[in-house]
């Protein structure tokens, strides 16, 4: 079943790590969202650095033929003191872009900076906030992975955020109660 494009839209969100990589997966129809599916690909068992980014080329190109997203959201390599992770995480991130353009996937990429201020108004919220905004917002509990999970996820509602402020929708909001209050509709 063909989704119409202009009113509907699947969004996959990946946070790339060599351990673990956090996805996740909304539905946007029109200015609402809603979740369709959250997780991680584990790889932290694996110890041939190749081997990782073949696993997570695999991982990622079966979430693309499972879900049909219709763009792919990945969230940008931070530097850190250590340039051999940031190194490791940069090609993680290619890996998971490779999957996607292998689709033809529309790919954006937003830094974690980004990411925390489109969900929580603040860039320097921790990952515990994030993922307690995103509960609110989607209703849902928490998985055993939650933290890296809710990480993916979180990168897929930026993106989804990106596009309803770009539609001339965007307004200002004293915080984040004000903004569910103005927006009971967007809430699942």
Known sequence: MQREKSKERIILGIDPGTAIMGYGLIKETGNKISLISLGVIRLDHLDDHPLKLQ?????????????????????????????????????AQGVAMAA??????????????????????????TK??????????LNFKETPEFLDATDGLAVAVCHSFQK????????????????????QNRIK
Do not use: H
């Not at 996607?100 to 919220?125: D, F």
């Not at 515990?128 to 917002?137: F, G, K």
């Open 55 to 91: 696993r997570i080329f695999e991982k990622t190109s079966l979430l693309i033929e499972q879900y049909q997203p219709d763009c792919m959201a990945l969230e940008a390599p931070f530097y850190g003191k250590n340039v051999q992770v940031m190194l490791k995480l940069g090609r």
């Open 100 to 125: 996607g353009l292998a689709k033809n996937l529309p790919i954006m990429e937003y830094s974690p900076k980004k990411v925390k201020q489109a969900i929580t108004g603040n860039g320097n919220a």
């Open 128 to 137: 515990e906030q994030v993922a307690a905004m995103l509960m609110q917002l």
């Open 164 to 183: 309803i402020s770009a539609n001339g929708n965007s307004k200002s909001y004293s915080g984040w109660s004000a903004f569910v209050k103005a927006n």
